[in-house]
């Protein structure tokens, strides 16, 4: 991980931000910052931001206020960087990581190998048998962000639903290249950057139903594949998109989960906390409460792992969330969602305290 660099010394600095209309932040209150709080229990907090969003001077306010870590939403993701071969776009991604050096935070990047997201002309290549390209294609991103030293080398490789009795996903890179790619990206990011913490991430693995059981077995399957090739993997990266559709949640079952994934040697993070209140009452106060409940049930499990090295929510402010563009999330009553830690006003809300006294009431990491 990279030093941080104070930000009383930088924000108290004045400095202009390349260009970008932000202001110098006064951060008031360290204690009353979400990293700050995380960082008293060992653990780190972050927040998934996009390059509009924090253009938005009170928003890039509120980032700097809580986070330590910051993840961009897609401007790192293969589709968005080379959309036509060879002709590479880093500047979204940049404005991201500019932001983070001009205010002291650390980048996780997201995401190298992702079936989502690839461009059109990458599958065809695949399709044709030119199996360099996904490691061209992590070389010249990890070089390029050399910055980077936190990565989400292959996101969402699990599906069950593919028959396969390894469970991988059928995606363009198992097709071309075999079950093998998973092993053959991460030794590829470990030789370009070999202090990096190298991330396997993925979804659906919280709740008591039989498609997340399967993708939990899937998931510790998979791990100890790794482990015995010698797979050069530092932790594993929990998406956690959560939801109250009654869907049952049991901390002893996610406690067992988290444990088997601590057995194997590796990490844990959870990298992109939220959480959908489709089914909710449309009273604001309720709402809050019942979903902050929730999320400090949640985390409660989570953070007694002692393998669990932080926590990063997927956007920080409801005004922007990738929930309230997603049909699925959407709550019939046409009101906006409420998944984050701030309001569309980025004032706290009960999340907000939810996760402050989860990270208190952490068992300190040393
Ligand atoms: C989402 C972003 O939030 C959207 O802006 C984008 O259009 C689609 O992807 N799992 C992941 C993330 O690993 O990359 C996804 O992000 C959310 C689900």
Redesign the pocket.
Known sequence: MQPHITRRTLLGGGLALLGSPLRAVAVENENARLARIARTSGLFYGAAVNSASITADDFAKAVVRDADFIVP??EMKWGTIEKVRGNRQYGAARKIVDFANFHGLSVRG??LVWHRNIPAWAVEALNNKEYGIMQEHIRGMVANFGAVHDWDVV??AIDPTSGRSDNLRLSPFLSALGPGYIGEAFRTARAASPGARLVY?D?GFEYEIETHRTRRRALIRLLERLKVTSVPIDAVGL?A?LVTRGLKFDPAAYSAFLKDIADLGLKIIIT?LDIQDTDLPADTGERDRILAGEIARYLDAVLAEPAVAGVLT?GLSDRYT?LNSDPKAKRPDGLPSRPLPLDDKMERKPIWSAIADAFRNAPERS
Do not use: A, D, R
């Open positions: 939403e897609w997201h995401t996101n969402e991430n979804f998406q998109h992109e997927w990738w």
